[in-house]
């Protein structure tokens, strides 16, 4: 079964408001990945947070995580049109070489 | 930009008919994956490998099979494609544990 669970499914923003999206999975993790996926291509990976950070920042990119409440966020500061896409959370797990998906959030920055 | 190729991006195939779909890396990553995702849903991966005559059934039970004869190679096998089969097919590397994976640009796949 899959680990992660995005919340909303979907998130429409003006351009150059923030979006925020959630995750939350069920058991303990190595680290928690947000992904990127653009409309019919593979995924680009955005950042990667472990086990023992609180949060972490890549460019517009905010992320939290709070093992406690087994769940993350995903903030982007300042969308853009470009920033149209559906972004994934995945969870890897301490003995395991393999990521869980959750089923992702679509956002769509409108011009 | 990530050095993983998958070939074809489009395929359209009739009921029956066998097929391999490629996935190339050339970064030298051990580590291989098979994911499966349907339209606007979550990747379910299906194949894993984590080294050179190394494969393994993923979490979602799939009808096709994998091979791992050289690091940088790892195509899927369908020997006989079904409409259930259509789909989009994402292959993935990565070096190290924990690390993050490198996805190819996917092949979707259309069974007639």
């Known amino acids: 079964s899959q680990q992660g669970e995005e919340d909303p499914q979907a998130l429409s923003i003006q351009e150059g408001e923030n979006a925020t999206m959630n995750c939350s999975y069920k058991t303990s993790i190595n680290n928690l990945q947000w992904y990127r996926q653009n409309s019919g291509r593979g995924l680009v990976h955005l950042i990667l947070?472990?086990?023992?950070?609180r949060e972490k920042h890549s460019g517009r990119l905010r992320v939290t995580l709070d093992t406690s409440k087994k769940s993350s966020s995903l903030l982007i500061t300042a969308s853009r049109a470009a920033d149209t896409a559906s972004y994934f959370c995945?969870?890897?797990?301490?003995?395991?070489?393999?990521?869980?998906f959750g089923a992702g959030t679509t956002v769509t920055v409108r011009a | 930009e990530a050095d993983i190729y998958q070939t074809p991006r489009y395929l359209v195939i009739g009921t029956g008919k066998k097929i391999t779909l490629e996935c190339s890396q050339t970064?030298?990553?051990?580590?291989m994956y098979w994911y499966q995702q349907d339209p606007g849903m979550e990747l379910h991966l299906i194949h894993y490998s984590y080294g050179v005559n190394s494969t393994e059934k993923g979490d979602l039970s799939s009808e096709s099979t994998v091979s791992r004869i050289r690091t940088e190679h790892f195509p899927l096998t369908l020997e006989s494609a079904r409409p259930s089969h259509t789909s989009q097919y994402l292959c993935?590397?990565?070096?190290?544990?924990?690390?993050?994976?490198?996805f190819g640009p996917g092949t979707r796949l259309t069974v007639l």
């Open positions: 970064m030298g990553h051990d580590k």
């Open positions: 995945a969870t890897a797990l301490s003995n395991d070489y393999k990521l869980s």
């Open positions: 947070i472990r086990s023992n950070e």
């Open positions: 993935a590397s990565k070096d190290g544990n924990y690390n993050e994976q490198f």
